[in-house]
C-alpha cells in the first residue's frame, strides 16, 4: 500500500540552527501539507501546496517556515532558526482526487 | 465561528463491548467528514469518511453515522480491541484544498 515516507524521524538541533525535514508523498498525489503537533496538544496545520505554490497557510507558518517541492517526489519543510518552541512532532501529508489525507508517521525535532 | 467540538476528552471500554465516539461540527455548509485515529507516537490515520448526501457508513468493524439536523457525528467501533486504544479525531475540512482543522480529540482506552 502506497504511504508517505518521512525523513529524519528524529532530530536533534540546536538553537539557530537552520533544519530540513523531508518527505517523499504517494507518487500519484497533488496536494502537499505540513502540520506539526507539540508534545501533548493537537494536531496544528502549517501549510498546503498545490501546482508548485502554497496555497493556504497558518499565522504559525512565519518567515523562519519555507516549503519546497525541488524534484518531483520530494516536499521539504525548512526552519532557518529554529527556537526552542519549535521542538514538535512535524506531519507530513498528501492527497490525491479523493478527500482524505494520508499521513506520515512524522519527524520528531527538538531543539535544545 | 467554525469550530469542532468533541463531546468526551476520553472515553474507557471493556475489551470486546462496542464504543461510540462523538463529534460536533458547526459548519452546517460542511459536505464532507472523516474520522481519523492516532495511536501513541504515529501520525494521523485515516478511518472512515462520509458525505453529506448519507447519513451512515460501515466499514471494517467501523460505522459513521451523520446527523445533519444537529451537526453532530458518531463514530462506532464494534467489538473494540486493545489495538484500537488511541486518540480519535473528526477534524474540519476547511478550504478549497482540503486542509484539515483538527480538534483535541477522544481518548480511547481499551481495557483487557
Known amino acids: 500500500e502506497p504511504e508517505v515516507t518521512q525523513t529524519p524521524s528524529h532530530q536533534v538541533t540546536q538553537m539557530g540552527q537552520e533544519v530540513i525535514l523531508r518527505c517523499v508523498p504517494i507518487?500519484?498525489?497533488?496536494?502537499f501539507y505540513w502540520y506539526r503537533q507539540i508534545l501533548g496538544q493537537k494536531v496544528e496545520f502549517l501549510v498546503s501546496?498545490?501546482?508548485?505554490?502554497?496555497?493556504?497557510k497558518s499565522e504559525i507558518f512565519d518567515d523562519q517556515f519555507s516549503v519546497e517541492r525541488p524534484d518531483g517526489s520530494n516536499f521539504t519543510l525548512k526552519i532557518r532558526s529554529t527556537k526552542l518552541e519549535d521542538s514538535a512532532m512535524y506531519f507530513c501529508?498528501?492527497?490525491?482526487?479523493?478527500?482524505?489525507?494520508?499521513f506520515g508517521e512524522g519527524s520528531r525535532l527538538t531543539v535544545l | 465561528g467554525e469550530s469542532v467540538g468533541l463531546h468526551l476528552p476520553t472515553l474507557s471500554v471493556q475489551e470486546g463491548d462496542n464504543s461510540i465516539i462523538n463529534c460536533a461540527y458547526s459548519?452546517?455548509?460542511?459536505?464532507?467528514f472523516i474520522w481519523y485515529k492516532q495511536e501513541s507516537g504515529k501520525g494521523p490515520q485515516f478511518i472512515i469518511d462520509?458525505?453529506?448526501?448519507?447519513d451512515k457508513r460501515q466499514g471494517q468493524r467501523v460505522t459513521v453515522l451523520l446527523n445533519k439536523t444537529v451537526k453532530h457525528l458518531s463514530l462506532q467501533i464494534a467489538a473494540t480491541q486493545p489495538g484500537d486504544s488511541a486518540v480519535y479525531f473528526c477534524?474540519?475540512?476547511?478550504?478549497?484544498?482540503?486542509?484539515?482543522?483538527f480538534g483535541k480529540g477522544t481518548k480511547l482506552s481499551v481495557k483487557p
Open positions: 501529508a498528501s492527497r490525491g482526487n479523493t478527500g482524505e489525507l494520508f
Open positions: 462520509i458525505r453529506s448526501n448519507m
Open positions: 507518487s500519484n498525489h497533488l496536494y
Open positions: 459548519n452546517s455548509a460542511s459536505d464532507y
Open positions: 477534524p474540519e475540512n476547511r478550504g478549497s484544498q482540503g486542509n484539515l482543522i
Open positions: 501546496f498545490y501546482n508548485n505554490e502554497i496555497s493556504e
